[in-house]
């Protein structure tokens, strides 16, 4: 993988906790320049965001499928760091758990306004700059985009959604876009899956998740955030395009 001759200016979405809150700190340990985005009140982020050092990490509170904060996030970055290098667009939200036959369809919609129209928005505003630099876009996936979870389904068909984007991104832009699939990560969503998702749930699926957490093999969101970090800063183009896990030997470095 190539390595940038500069630290990188970074814009991530979803940061205020989960995989990326992890993904924010490893960004900024590694020494770049990162603008995070996510709804919580600045007042009420969590102390490892708080702790970061000014010059390094700003965050921005506000809904980040909004076109008009996305323009401004950009040109705020864009005017403090002077370049955009890489968008890491994490943010999704998993409500309605629900099954198809009983889906509020604007809650549906709601779901892909933020993980599908919002990913595409905030691409098209960022893409003149992450041309000039040759930039890189990773965007968050899910194992749900390849293997439907009963009760479930709106969030699964926006990842296959955006699965696609990425793929079609790839032919069409001469970039690196990478999508990316975080594993089963104890995070707010995992958490809701499991408690949330008993009743509209496939048992065995729902399972599964109870299982993972029960045995502690459900990931923490430090390994799948760091492994999302790296990507944004070194994916090359052999990846772009693909849909790959947070552990796929071709997201490491080489060390
Ligand atoms: N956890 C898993 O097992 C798992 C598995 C597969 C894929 N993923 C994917 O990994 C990514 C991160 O998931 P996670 O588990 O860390 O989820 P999470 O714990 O629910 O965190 C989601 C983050 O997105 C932010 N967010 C949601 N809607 C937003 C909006 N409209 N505007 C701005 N920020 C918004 C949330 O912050 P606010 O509430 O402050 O806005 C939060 O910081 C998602 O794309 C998810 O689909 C997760």
């Not at 010059?55 to 323009?71: A, K, T």
Request: net charge neutral; proline share 5%.
């Amino acid at each position: 993988m190539s390595l940038p001759t500069s630290p990188s200016v970074v814009i991530v979405t979803g940061v205020s906790r989960g995989v990326g809150l992890a993904i924010v700190q490893e960004l900024v340990a590694v020494g770049c320049f990162v603008l995070g985005v996510a709804r919580t009140a600045a007042s009420q982020i969590p102390a490892e965001l708080r702790s970061l050092p000014a010059d390094r990490f700003v965050y921005v509170e506000g809904d980040c499928s909004n076109p008009e904060l996305q323009q401004q996030i950009v040109a705020r970055v864009v005017a403090t760091w002077g370049r955009l290098d890489a968008l890491v667009l994490n943010a999704a939200i998993i409500d309605p758990l629900e099954r198809i036959a009983n889906v509020d369809l604007q809650l549906w919609r709601k779901v892909f306004d933020v993980n599908f129209f919002g990913v595409i928005s905030q691409i098209q505003i960022a893409l003149p700059h992450l041309r000039q630099t040759n930039g890189r876009i990773i965007v968050l996936s899910s194992r749900g985009a390849e293997e439907a979870h009963a009760g479930v389904i709106p969030y699964c068909s926006s990842k296959v959604a955006v699965t696609m984007l990425v793929q079609g991104l790839a032919m069409e832009e001469d970039l690196v876009c990478v999508a990316v699939k975080p594993g089963h990560v104890d995070t707010e969503m995992a958490t809701k899956l499991r408690e949330d998702g008993a009743l509209v749930m496939n048992p065995t699926q729902h399972s599964v998740f109870k299982q993972m957490k029960k045995e502690g093999t459900i990931l923490r969101p430090e390994a799948p955030g760091k492994a999302i970090a790296r990507l944004a800063l070194h994916a090359t183009k052999e990846l772009s395009g693909l849909c790959i896990s947070w552990n796929d030997p071709r997201a490491s470095p080489e060390q």
